[in-house]
């Protein structure tokens, strides 16, 4: 036995195992179960097996980033990141990886639908164009279109084509869209998109704007927030404080997180400010009237109303002192309140006092083509287009790019009030909850098989226009794109006008080469230059002038409300938090994001309720039981799950799930905390506050066991079976301040 | 196995003595061979009019006027969890040791130049890999240096 050494017993066992495995199973496939086609004709350029790589945009959200996507043998594999677009610069996030799923998604429309006694029924596209003709002839005022967010080509023509009926109903909604903050900005700094340079601020203090995770532009965001974080050239490590009432994914990178009570946040930016102001150097940074109204803002308000310790706000003032340039952002946390604007505003006004603007806030550059910028999307679109459903003053409706049934609150009724249009069209991927109530339905094209051009809201750099193309030939031929289909009513309603153009993509390309002069190293040659935008997939504008902001403090309204009274049948604010994932539910259906562990608490394919620990334990809470959260407005059941990243009397439920509809991957999977909204409204601006909805949480009998990746033991939090995954030190062991 | 058109390689590679790569022309450029495009065959065969009117050239240029590819089955697979790559081979076999072209193909695929369609003759399966990686042989033709294949598990499971 001796002879044989340890080693040598491996190499002996290790041959036998491979033996029986290679004897044991026929893993060479059959042969001629599967064709292999050859091309017919291929290009030049291509070789089986060898990727090809098409620029185009994607559209997974509004951020716009380049995307250069793979195809072989004709199937669109994997998309990269371009690094010719300004906004990605070459990376991308893993909402846009899933855009695949999108495209391959086995529950797409393939056929258009048409309700027949009652129930929806393959049609015909000829049938259905006509029908379309047909029921918006004389429609006038009565017609309304209901999108989501647009810009470029398409949401030109798409105008065109609502104003050609003679209505002036078109409706841009976006349930995450920050309409408050565009309004604010416009205000204050003149701009409704000012350009952010996280890169350059040695201090971030963001009032819930999650800007690594789902806020306007979170990949460019990112990139940026790698340089800030490195101290070179004489600049210090950056220092992130987040002040919000859940934690976001920023919060979670942040040195410094506060827990602020929700819609506190601008009585604590203006006791910052009012703090700041006391000091000759800030002293004349505001104007009189200004200065006037932070006297109402002295640090005892600042504590009862906030939350926040003396000690973390006199640290956070020094930090604001000490380290500059800074900057300041507002989120949708701190917006999403009836004073939203207010609370932006006073955030905003931080960057006057601190000098920021011209330094870490500017002006992006002019936009010489205005009609293809994104349209104005908010929630107050979505009211609007509600109200006249409900009146039935809106009788042809159309929707596109949006799923207002799934994403309405209950309050609105929205169902019941879209069930009083006569004829409902919906021009959609998936039989969606909007399509299963619609009487048409219109099977679009995915986002790689369509043609397109997108002017993305936050522009990093001079602006660049974007080209989307097809990726790959149409999967299906029943589908078209929506370009497509409104050029061919275009044609109807405007034939003179409309008539020279075949399709839509040769609208685009005839629109491209008419305005080619705007565009940087455009090419003389007309094809030279499609050639050109098409390998590249970005525009550069050429003459984007730089303007500078010129702040303005004085139209600003200070007076905050004072905390609201505790509400003892209430006694929590719901957080109906954005998933990085699932966003308003839109992309429930990709499998890829139902399963990667939502970042910060590791839950996959569910919905659960964050609760403090602290208030769990009061209420006898553990992980995992059922809990019925319950507003005026309706209740939803869903797990509990204790998280630390929470104000304390604050409830936290992600949106995104609680689908009846939109296919296997979506439906029955979770719920939905948009539905149990209270109808309260942000009031300058109309947009639904939606961090303004109080609740009553209770315990029921039910538990279930959470699927997470972190610690599967009880009461295993961070860490693995018990074992920490990092060894930590509490905060207050470190010395992060300089002693004064 | 059955094949839309019984196309002869005993024809093409045997009696004209084409070179295997003149229409496998995917073969020495990337990990997959691929089939040669259809242009590939209408290219020669809309010269060659003594045999323009057979039935199988016939079938073929069916396909080519109905812009059609050929459903062709296929022979030599793989499972998905093996990446075999046909330009390595091609490069070391017969770019650097000079070897002739039809002989190197054939160590996978058999003696095409005495069938119609191909057929499966050898067996495929990585125990059949490894007996060949084992070996060595010259580095290239004019070298006396020997190597063996690469017996990484890496190399072929990526």
């Given at each position: 036995m001796n002879d044989i050494s340890r080693r040598n017993l491996l190499k002996l066992l290790g041959w036998s195992s491979a033996t029986v495995a290679l004897a044991g199973c026929g893993q060479v496939p059959e042969t001629g179960v599967e064709t292999v086609e050859s091309y017919v004709q291929p290009e030049e350029f291509v070789v089986p097996g060898v990727g090809v790589y098409y620029a185009s945009t994607c559209t997974q959200c509004e951020a716009g980033c380049g995307i250069k996507g793979r195809v072989r043998e004709g199937r669109v594999l994997k998309l990269e990141g371009s690094p010719e677009s300004a906004i990605g610069k070459g990376k991308m996030c893993g909402l846009g990886q899933a855009a695949v799923q999108h495209h391959y998604n086995p529950d797409r429309l393939r056929e258009p639908l048409l309700r027949q006694n009652g129930?929806?029924?393959?049609?015909?596209?000829?049938?259905?164009?006509?029908?379309?003709?047909?029921?918006?002839?004389?429609?006038?005022?009565?017609?309304?279109?209901?999108?989501?967010?647009?810009?470029?080509?398409?949401?030109?023509?798409?105008?065109?084509?609502?104003?050609s009926l003679g209505s002036k109903n078109h409706f841009v909604y976006d349930p995450l869209a920050s309409k408050v903050n565009r309004a604010v900005s416009e205000k204050i700094y003149g701009v409704a998109n000012p350009r952010f340079h996280i890169d350059k601020a040695q201090l971030i203090l963001s009032f819930g704007a999650d800007f690594l995770g789902t806020w306007q532009s979170p990949v460019h965001f990112s990139g940026q927030y790698g340089e800030f974080r490195k101290a070179n050239e004489g600049k210090p490590r950056g220092v992130l404080i987040v002040a919000e009432p859940k934690m976001t994914l920023t919060g979670a990178n942040a040195d410094r997180w506060i827990p602020i009570r929700p819609g506190s946040e601008g009585v604590f930016a203006l006791g910052l400010a009012a703090a700041l102001i006391d000091e000759p150097a800030y002293a004349k940074t505001v104007p009189a009237s200004v200065a006037e109204a932070l006297r109402g803002y002295g640090k005892e308000r600042v504590f009862k109303e906030t939350g926040v310790s003396e000690e973390v706000f006199g640290r956070t003032l020094a930090l604001l002192r000490e380290r500059k340039p800074s900057l300041v952002l507002s989120g949708p946390s701190a917006e999403g309140h009836v004073h939203g604007a207010q609370n932006a505003a006073a955030i905003m006004?931080?960057?006057?006092?601190?000098?920021?603007?011209?330094?870490?806030?500017?002006?992006?550059?002019?936009?010489?083509?205005?009609?293809?910028?994104?349209?104005?999307?908010?929630?107050?679109?979505?009211?609007?287009?509600?109200?006249?459903?409900?009146?039935?003053?809106?009788?042809?409706?159309?929707?596109?790019?949006?799923?207002?049934?799934?994403?309405a609150p209950g309050f609105t009724k929205l169902r019941d009030n879209f069930r009083k249009a006569a004829f409902k069209v919906v021009f959609t991927h998936y039989r969606d909850e909007t399509a299963e109530e619609a009487d048409l339905v219109l099977p679009l094209d995915s986002a790689m098989e369509e043609w397109g051009t997108h002017i993305a809201g936050y522009q990093p750099e001079s602006l660049q226009i974007q080209m989307q193309q097809p990726l790959m030939e149409k999967l299906y031929e029943g589908t078209r794109s929506l370009g497509d289909i409104v050029l061919t009513l275009l044609k109807q309603a405007r034939p003179q006008e409309?008539?020279?153009?075949?399709?839509?993509?040769?609208?685009?390309?005839?629109?491209?080469?008419?305005?080619?002069?705007a565009f940087k190293d455009a090419a003389?040659?007309?094809?030279?230059?499609?050639?050109?935008?098409?390998?590249?997939?970005?525009?550069?504008?050429?003459?984007?002038?730089?303007?500078?902001?010129?702040?303005?403090?004085?139209?600003l309204d200070l007076h905050l409300p004072s905390a609201p009274a505790e509400d003892q049948a209430y006694p929590f604010r719901l957080v109906p938090s954005v998933h990085s994932g699932l966003r308003d539910g839109r992309h429930a259906n990709l499998p890829w994001l139902q399963e990667t562990p939502e970042p910060l608490t590791t839950v996959v394919w569910d919905s659960w309720v964050e609760i403090h620990p602290q208030t769990a334990q009061r209420m006898g809470i553990g992980e995992g039981d059922i809990l019925e959260v319950t507003s005026e407005n309706g209740s939803v059941r869903a797990q509990a799950y204790l998280f630390p990243g929470l104000q304390p009397d604050t409830v936290a439920i992600p949106m995104g799930q609680g689908h009846e509809a939109m296919g296997r991957y979506a439906k029955g999977v979770g719920v939905n905390p948009l539905k149990i909204l209270n109808p309260v409204f942000e009031k300058s601006t109309g947009e639904l506050a939606m961090y303004a909805t109080r609740v009553h949480v209770a315990k029921t009998a039910d538990s279930v066991t959470v699927v997470k990746d972190e610690g599967w033991r009880p009461g295993a939090v961070n860490t693995q079976s018990n074992r920490k995954i990092v060894v930590t030190l509490a905060a207050d062991k470190v010395k992060l301040f300089r002693e004064e | 196995m059955e094949q839309p058109i019984e196309f002869p390689h005993?024809?093409?590679?045997?009696?004209?003595?084409?070179?295997?790569?003149?229409?496998?022309?995917?073969?020495?450029?990337?990990?997959?061979?691929?089939?040669?495009?259809?242009?590939?065959?209408?290219?020669?065969?809309?010269?060659?009019?003594?045999?323009?009117?057979?039935?199988?050239?016939?079938?073929?240029?069916?396909?080519w006027e109905a812009k059609r590819p050929i459903p062709w089955k296929k022979i030599h697979d793989l499972p998905d969890f093996v990446r075999f790559n046909h330009e390595r081979h091609i490069q070391r076999f017969y770019f650097q040791q000079n070897q002739p072209v039809e002989e190197v193909c054939a160590l996978c695929h058999g003696d095409m130049k005495s069938k119609t369609v191909a057929v499966r003759v050898k067996p495929l399966t990585m125990g059949w890999c490894v007996s060949c990686h084992e070996q060595d042989h010259r580095v290239n033709a004019t070298s006396t240096a020997t190597t063996n294949g690469p017996n990484d598990c890496s190399y072929c499971h990526k």
């Open positions: 129930s929806l029924q393959p049609t015909s596209w000829e049938n259905a164009i006509s029908l379309l003709g047909e029921k918006t002839r004389d429609a006038g005022d009565k017609f309304a279109f209901l999108t989501g967010p647009l810009s470029g080509h398409g949401k030109v023509l798409l105008q065109n084509y609502v104003e006004l931080l960057n006057i006092v601190l000098g920021n603007v011209g330094k870490t806030v500017t002006a992006p550059g002019d936009n010489p083509f205005p009609q293809m910028a994104p349209a104005d999307a908010g929630t107050a679109a979505l009211a609007a287009f509600n109200d006249g459903l409900a009146q039935g003053r809106f009788q042809t409706v159309f929707v596109y790019g949006a799923n207002p049934v799934y994403s409309y008539g020279q153009w075949p399709d839509y993509y040769a609208y685009l390309k005839s629109a491209m080469i008419k305005n080619k002069s003389a040659d007309d094809e030279e230059f499609w050639y050109q935008t098409l390998s590249h997939g970005v525009l550069n504008v050429a003459s984007a002038k730089e303007r500078r902001i010129a702040p303005n403090a004085e139209a | 005993d024809v093409h590679a045997g009696k004209m003595g084409i070179n295997c790569m003149f229409c496998h022309t995917y073969a020495r450029r990337s990990a997959v061979a691929g089939i040669p495009p259809l242009e590939k065959c209408i290219g020669c065969h809309q010269n060659i009019d003594s045999v323009r009117d057979k039935p199988r050239i016939k079938k073929l240029f069916e396909y």
